[in-house]
């Protein structure tokens, strides 16, 4: 089993920046391929960003390439989103997930068995 616990949210302007922070505990050799995903109120969960470690790959959604990061920390067992020039269109609950396989499609939300319980994003205009 592995468990993630997400933390970093917060209320920010416009233009501002946040980091996201994703604890792993468990079986963290469980989690070749970790991702970032968001919901909008209203809206389905979204793909944002996924790095899958064994290729040293990076993947990202077009609404957020070039503003936001995708990183770990191997020895803190964390993984980060570092998210910079956030507009009130980035508003949501970010979500941290993993599963052990490389090959994947990496934006799909049924490619992950591991979720963690979501942290909210706001940005104001």
């Known amino acids: 089993q592995v468990q993630l616990v997400e933390s970093g949210g917060g209320l920010v302007q416009a233009g501002d920046s946040l980091r996201l922070s994703c604890a792993v505990s468990g079986r963290t050799s469980d989690t070749n391929t970790m991702g970032w995903f968001r919901q909008a109120p209203g809206k389905e969960r979204e793909f944002v960003a996924a790095n899958m470690w064994i290729i040293s790959s990076r993947a990202y959604a077009d609404s957020i390439k070039g503003r936001f990061t995708i990183s770990r920390d191997g020895a803190k067992n964390t993984v980060y989103l570092q998210m910079n020039n956030l507009n009130p269109e980035d508003t949501g609950v970010y979500y941290c997930?993993?599963?052990?396989?490389?090959?994947?499609?990496?934006?799909?939300?049924?490619?992950?068995?591991?979720w963690g319980q979501g942290t909210q994003v706001t940005v104001s205009s």
């Open positions: 997930a993993a599963t052990t396989a490389t090959w994947i499609n990496v934006r799909s939300i049924e490619s992950y068995p591991y």
